[in-house]
């Protein structure tokens, strides 16, 4: 049963935008935070952003507080990674995720298989 699926990634230009998104299964959307990590080559996997669906609080790391903006949609179970300004290192593989307090870094109890998003100089 597949829980969270990403989708949105891609090669872009410094400077550039890009969004991804997650659909969840209505369980999770509904049980845990949501959220978005990241893992850059050669680098461990860190975390990004979260939202709880209810309410519509959100919680960033400070890399990317001022560029990125998450978001979510609970008519359709999708959680959103608008990213602006992209630069090099934002190169990674960005998964979704979901679990309990991962705002508070939490392991998540679900991830996703992730995106490619590739930042070119």
């Not at 461990?44 to 979260?50: C, L, N, P, S």
């Amino acid at each position: 049963q597949v829980q969270l699926v990403e989708s949105g990634g891609g090669f872009v230009q410094t400077g550039d935008s890009l969004k991804l998104s997650c659909v969840a299964s209505e369980h999770i959307f509904r049980s845990y935070t949501v959220g978005w990590f990241r893992q850059a080559p050669g680098k461990e996997r860190k975390y990004v952003a979260a939202i709880w669906w209810s309410g519509g609080i959100t919680f960033y790391s400070g890399s990317v507080r001022d560029r990125f903006t998450i978001s979510g949609d609970n008519t359709t179970n999708t959680v959103y990674l608008q990213m602006n300004s992209l630069k090099p290192e934002d190169t990674a593989v960005y998964y979704c995720a979901a679990g309990k307090d991962i705002e508070y870094a939490a392991d998540p109890a679900y991830w996703g298989k992730g995106t490619l998003v590739t930042v070119s100089s």
